[in-house]
């Protein structure tokens, strides 16, 4: 099994809402990964965690709570967004140690629609 | 100013051109990695490169890595329709711990 899954592919959601994004790899990464990507621009870092534990904050917005259960695990917790929050939200894995492991493994992505 | 610089920014091609794309920096890499999107998904991993010089094929695509291990490029040969994305680069080393840099990226549009 060499995907990571994303759930759900599409959402909306209002500026009261409270809704969560899922990720799931079993490949045995040990290092997964939130991103924010705006059309035609490269993805933009916001959480990384490792080993379990969140290793990098890149300063996002507490309206952006990420939670790891367990190591195939990973949630995007989501509330009070704005519309400028709007985006397709990446998540991915890679494999700890070492250059040939600097890769990542992306999965499909949630586009997300903030009215 | 971009750790990685990638040009061009767009290209807008005839099917069964070549073509190619750089990324430059002045830091070293210990790895270097080329991504392809398509619009709604999420990129996909077309090689990792990390040996200085090394060069790798993929079909079409031939990848380089700088000998200094700063640079790379991806080079198509007589480009499809279905090579229509968004290409990105990205370096790692010890020196960004868990993170990936990457390019601004290089949309693509090959025209049948």
């Known amino acids: 099994d060499t995907e990571v899954t994303q759930t759900p592919k599409h959402l909306v959601m209002g500026m009261t809402n409270k809704k969560s994004l899922k990720c799931e790899q079993h490949m045995g990464h040990r290092a997964m990964y939130w991103y924010k990507q705006k059309a035609k621009k490269p993805p933009e870092l916001m959480f990384v965690y490792s080993y379990e534990k969140l290793s990098i904050n890149e300063s996002v917005p507490s309206r952006f709570s990420p939670e790891c259960p367990n190591s195939s695990l990973l949630n995007l917790h989501l509330h009070a967004l704005q519309p400028e929050d709007s985006a397709l939200y990446l998540c991915a894995s890679r494999k700890t140690g070492g250059a040939t492991n600097e890769k990542l493994f992306f999965g499909s992505g949630t586009q997300l629609s903030v009215l | 100013t971009q750790l990685l610089e990638q040009s061009p920014q767009f290209l807008s091609i005839q099917e069964g051109e070549n073509l190619t794309v750089y990324c430059n920096s002045s830091?070293?890499?210990?790895?270097l990695q080329w991504y392809r999107q398509e619009p709604g998904e999420g990129p996909v991993l077309l090689v990792t490169?990390?040996?200085?010089?090394e060069v790798k094929k993929l079909k079409r695509l031939t990848f380089q890595f700088g000998d200094a291990r700063k640079d790379s490029s991806l080079h198509i040969t007589a480009a499809q329709p279905g090579d229509t994305g968004l290409y990105l680069c990205?370096?790692?080393?010890?020196?960004?711990?868990?993170?990936?840099?990457f390019g601004a990226g290089t949309i693509l549009r090959v025209k049948s």
């Open positions: 830091s070293v890499f210990s790895s």
């Open positions: 490169v990390v040996t200085g010089g």
């Open positions: 990205a370096g790692g080393g010890m020196e960004y711990g868990n993170k990936l840099v």
